[in-house]
C-alpha cells in the first residue's frame, strides 16, 4: 500500500449477542440454568421454593471475590523472575560512570539506551542472583552487555559488540515515528489520518505503533541508503489510528543510527 493513499480502515467482527433461546447456562451448557441452578444453589423443592438459604432455584451466584496478588518481595529466590526492585538496582549498577556518560541514547542524549534486563543464567556453586542488562550506545553503535551480581552490587563481565541487533525497545520504536512524522515522507501518514478522522495529526501520541529491527538479509532489494542497517540500528513500524483504522507505514524504515527515513519498494 502506498503511505499516501487512503487509511485502510479495519473490520472486525464481534460476535453478537445470543438470543433468548440461546442464552449461555451455568458453567458453560447451552440453555437457561436447570433445576438445580448454578454450581452450589439448593434445588427448588416440591413446592418450587428456594433452599435453606431462600434463594429460588436458579438464581444467580454471590459476585466472585477478587484476591489481590501477593505483594511482591524486593529480592526473588532461585529462578524466580527479577523483581521491579532487583530491575532497578541492575541498570543502576550497570549505568556507573564514568563510562556510561560517554554514552548516548536514541534521542542523542547522555547514557546509553536501555535494551532490556532479565535473570542471568546461575553459576554453579554459587546460590547469588544475576541480571544481565542490555543497552545500546549509539554513539558507537554497539550492543553492550553487562552480568551484575545483585548480591555484592558488582558488575562480573562486561562486553561490546558491533553488527548485532536485538529486538528494539519501544522508547526506540516511538523515536522512530516521531522521526517519520518530522520527515517529508511523514506527510503521506498525516494525510491518511485525517481521511480517517477528519482530524489533524499533531502529536505521535494519536496513533497506536509497534514494530521491529529491519534486517536487510530479509529483504530482495535494499536501498543503498539502508546498506548499513545492521551495522546501524534500523526499524521498521507498523501504525494505526488510535482504536481506529490501520496507516500504513511499512515501507518507510527508520535508521535511528543517522536518524534517517528512507521508503523501500
Given at each position: 500500500?502506498?503511505?499516501?493513499?487512503?487509511?485502510?480502515?479495519?473490520?472486525?467482527?464481534?460476535?453478537?449477542?445470543?438470543?433468548?433461546?440461546?442464552?449461555?447456562?451455568?458453567?458453560?451448557?447451552?440453555?437457561?440454568?436447570?433445576?438445580?441452578?448454578?454450581?452450589?444453589t439448593p434445588a427448588a423443592d416440591a413446592s418450587g421454593q428456594g433452599g435453606a438459604d431462600g434463594r429460588t432455584a436458579g438464581s444467580a451466584p454471590p459476585p466472585a471475590t477478587v484476591i489481590p496478588p501477593a505483594t511482591?518481595?524486593?529480592?526473588?529466590?532461585?529462578?524466580?523472575?527479577?523483581?521491579?526492585?532487583?530491575?532497578?538496582?541492575?541498570?543502576?549498577?550497570?549505568?556507573?560512570?564514568?563510562?556510561?556518560?560517554?554514552?548516548?541514547?536514541?534521542?542523542?542524549?547522555?547514557?546509553?539506551?536501555?535494551?532490556?534486563?532479565?535473570?542471568?543464567?546461575?553459576?554453579?556453586?554459587?546460590?547469588?542472583?544475576r541480571a544481565e542488562v542490555r543497552l545500546y550506545d549509539y554513539g558507537r553503535d554497539e550492543l553492550i552487555t553487562k552480568t551484575v551480581n545483585l548480591d555484592t552490587g558488582k558488575v562480573e563481565k562486561s562486553g561490546a559488540q558491533r553488527g548485532v541487533q536485538p529486538s528494539a525497545h519501544p522508547d526506540e520504536l516511538r523515536e522512530a515515528l516521531e522521526l517519520i512524522l518530522a520527515s517529508p515522507l511523514g506527510k503521506g501518514v498525516k494525510e491518511d489520518y485525517e481521511d480517517a478522522t477528519g482530524k489533524e495529526l499533531t502529536s505521535s501520541r494519536q496513533l497506536w505503533f509497534n514494530g521491529d529491527v529491519y534486517r536487510t538479509y530479509r529483504e530482495t532489494n535494499v536501498p543503498a541508503q539502508l546498506s548499513r542497517c545492521g551495522e546501524h540500528r534500523c526499524v521498521r513500524l507498523v501504525t494505526k489510528v488510535l482504536n481506529g483504522a490501520w496507516i500504513d507505514t511499512r515501507n518507510l524504515i527508520v535508521d535511528l543510527s543517522a536518524r534517517t527515513v528512507t521508503r523501500v519498494g
Open positions: 500500500m502506498a503511505v499516501t493513499g487512503t487509511a485502510v480502515a479495519v473490520a472486525i467482527s464481534l460476535p453478537g449477542q445470543a438470543g433468548a433461546n440461546g442464552a449461555a447456562g451455568a458453567a458453560g451448557t447451552g440453555g437457561p440454568t436447570g433445576i438445580a441452578g448454578a454450581a452450589g511482591e518481595g524486593e529480592k526473588g529466590v532461585g529462578s524466580d523472575p527479577l523483581t521491579d526492585d532487583e530491575l532497578a538496582r541492575a541498570e543502576a549498577l550497570a549505568l556507573t560512570p564514568p563510562a556510561a556518560s560517554a554514552q548516548h541514547d536514541v534521542t542523542g542524549g547522555r547514557g546509553p539506551q536501555r535494551l532490556g534486563t532479565r535473570l542471568a543464567d546461575p553459576v554453579p556453586g554459587d546460590a547469588s542472583r
